[in-house]
């Protein structure tokens, strides 16, 4: 399970709302405090790296789904939840969609807002639709 995995990955991406790019230190720091595994290292490199190359591409997708909340007025939160999950939806074949909404939910009810679960679970769920019927 990558739980932990994803939520140190969640911490590197929020982190990344308010600096541009996350220090590579801050980031060995945080694998190491909380005792990721190699396997683990590697899900958040990559996961990462696709955040890095198709961000603009998914700040489009998230956009285009948020209609009463652009993207810029989301929760700085729920922006990285919904980053995390939709690359692993869009790139990461290896992860069943349902798993990427439930712990992408998991993560917004912890660190975000009361609404935040159904809100992100209902964005990502209304992506999978749409990804089904192309």
């Given at each position: 399970?990558?739980?932990?995995?994803?939520?140190?990955?969640?911490?590197?991406?929020?982190?990344?709302?308010?600096?541009?790019?996350?220090?590579?230190?801050?980031?060995?720091?945080?694998?190491?405090?909380?005792?990721?595994?190699?396997?683990?290292?590697?899900?958040?490199?990559?996961?990462l790296?696709?955040?890095?190359?198709?961000?603009?591409?998914?700040?489009?997708?998230?956009?285009?789904?948020?209609?009463?909340?652009?993207?810029?007025?989301?929760?700085?939160?729920?922006?990285?939840?919904l980053?995390?999950?939709?690359?692993?939806?869009?790139?990461?074949?290896?992860?069943?969609?349902?798993?990427?909404?439930?712990?992408?939910?998991?993560?917004?009810?912890?660190?975000?807002?009361?609404?935040?679960?159904?809100?992100?679970?209902?964005?990502?769920?209304?992506?999978?639709?749409?990804?089904?019927?192309v």
């Amino acid at each position: 399970m990558r739980t932990s995995a994803r939520e140190t990955l969640f911490k590197i991406v929020f982190a990344t709302q308010f600096t541009k790019s996350a220090d590579e230190s801050f980031i060995r720091a945080l694998y190491k405090s909380e005792k990721l595994t190699e396997d683990d290292v590697k899900y958040c490199a990559s996961a990462l790296s696709i955040i890095t190359v198709h961000g603009d591409e998914l700040v489009r997708i998230i956009d285009e789904r948020s209609k009463l909340f652009p993207e810029s007025r989301l929760f700085p939160a729920d922006r990285s939840v919904l980053m995390i999950a939709l690359a692993e939806i869009m790139y990461l074949d290896d992860i069943p969609k349902a798993v990427s909404v439930n712990e992408a939910a998991n993560i917004a009810s912890k660190y975000s807002s009361e609404k935040s679960a159904s809100f992100v679970s209902g964005i990502l769920s209304e992506i999978i639709r749409e990804r089904k019927n192309v």
